[in-house]
C-alpha cells in the first residue's frame, strides 16, 4: 500500500490550499484517514482525522478554517486549508489505517498504518 499526497505550495496569509492523498495498493478497506503536519524544530502533530463513517476531528488550531473529506470509492482524503497563517507553514503528511488484502492467500490484516512522503506547505506573511 502507498500513499501519494499532492497540493502543497506556497500561499500568502489568507489563502487557501487543498492537499489530496490516495492510496493505492490491496486495499481491503480503509478505516481513519487523517493529515499530520511537522514544522522545523517541531514534533509531529494532528491537524485533521475522519473516519470511515464521516466523523471527523481538528486540532484546535485549524478549527473553523480547515476542512477533511474523503472520496471512499477513490481511496482519497482532502484537506481544504482556508485562511491560512504563517504558522501553518510545514511538512504536512497524510496517514491512512488500512485493512489489506493479501490476493496469495485471500486473508485480510487489519489497521495497518500508512503514512505518504509529505508535501510542504509555505504559508507567507
Known amino acids: 500500500v502507498q500513499l501519494q499526497a499532492s497540493g502543497g505550495g506556497l500561499v500568502q496569509a489568507g489563502g487557501s490550499l487543498r492537499l489530496s492523498c490516495a492510496a493505492s495498493?490491496?486495499?481491503?478497506?480503509?478505516?481513519?484517514m487523517g493529515w499530520y503536519r511537522q514544522a522545523p524544530g517541531k514534533e509531529r502533530e494532528l491537524v485533521a482525522v475522519?473516519?470511515?463513517?464521516?466523523?471527523?476531528r481538528f486540532a484546535d488550531s485549524v478549527k473553523g478554517r480547515f476542512t477533511i473529506s474523503r472520496d471512499n470509492a477513490k481511496n482519497t482524503v482532502y484537506l481544504q486549508m482556508n485562511s491560512l497563517k504563517p504558522e501553518d507553514t510545514a511538512v504536512y503528511y497524510c496517514?491512512?489505517?488500512?485493512?489489506?488484502?493479501?490476493?496469495?492467500?485471500?486473508?485480510?490484516?487489519?489497521?495497518?498504518?500508512?503514512w505518504g512522503k509529505g508535501t510542504l506547505v509555505t504559508v507567507s506573511s
Open positions: 496517514n491512512a489505517e488500512v485493512n489489506v488484502r493479501y490476493s496469495d492467500t485471500g486473508s485480510i490484516r487489519y489497521g495497518i498504518d500508512y
Open positions: 495498493g490491496s486495499i481491503f478497506s480503509i478505516n481513519d
Open positions: 475522519i473516519t470511515s463513517g464521516d466523523s471527523t
